[in-house]
């Protein structure tokens, strides 16, 4: 069974850094995109970073150099754990961050979005950023 659970949400304040985590066990065999979207009430999620299969990164416009996607596997216990650093944190980033998994088919993609069909979902982790 597929599992992504993130974790390392919280509240801050502008200016503050933040680093996200995405534990994932269970993933079949193959490269994947890993990325993270983030919504916020009223708003349309948006691809934030993303991961992709050869080790390639992308970011959102909107956050880039801000914004830092990396990956560490854990050798014995065969868990994948893809983190979202997030510096210089501004109101706008308040909202729920989901990390989410796709095969990579090796292709071009344009954004964090469409680097996959992305079939797997954690249940989110809540940044609240006040000024």
């Known amino acids: 069974q597929v599992q992504l659970v993130e974790s390392g949400g919280g509240s801050l304040e502008s200016g503050d850094t933040l680093r996200l985590s995405c534990l994932g066990t269970?993933?079949?065999?193959?490269?994947?995109?890993t990325a993270w979207f983030r919504q916020s009430p009223g708003k349309e999620r948006e691809g934030v970073a993303v991961?992709?299969?050869?080790?390639?990164?992308?970011?959102?416009?909107a956050v880039e150099g801000r914004f830092t996607v990396s990956p560490d596997y854990d050798t014995p216990k065969n868990t994948w754990t893809w983190y979202l650093k997030i510096r210089n944190l501004q109101s706008e980033d308040t909202a729920m961050y989901f990390c989410?998994?796709?095969?990579?088919?090796?292709?071009?993609?344009?954004?964090?979005?469409?680097?996959?069909?992305?079939?797997?979902w954690g249940h989110g982790t809540q940044v609240t950023v006040s000024s």
């Open positions: 989410a998994a796709g095969l990579y088919t090796g292709g071009w993609y344009s954004r964090p979005s469409t680097c996959a069909t992305y079939s797997y």
């Open positions: 269970g993933l079949p065999g193959g490269a994947y995109c």
């Open positions: 991961i992709d299969g050869g080790g390639g990164t992308k970011y959102l416009d």
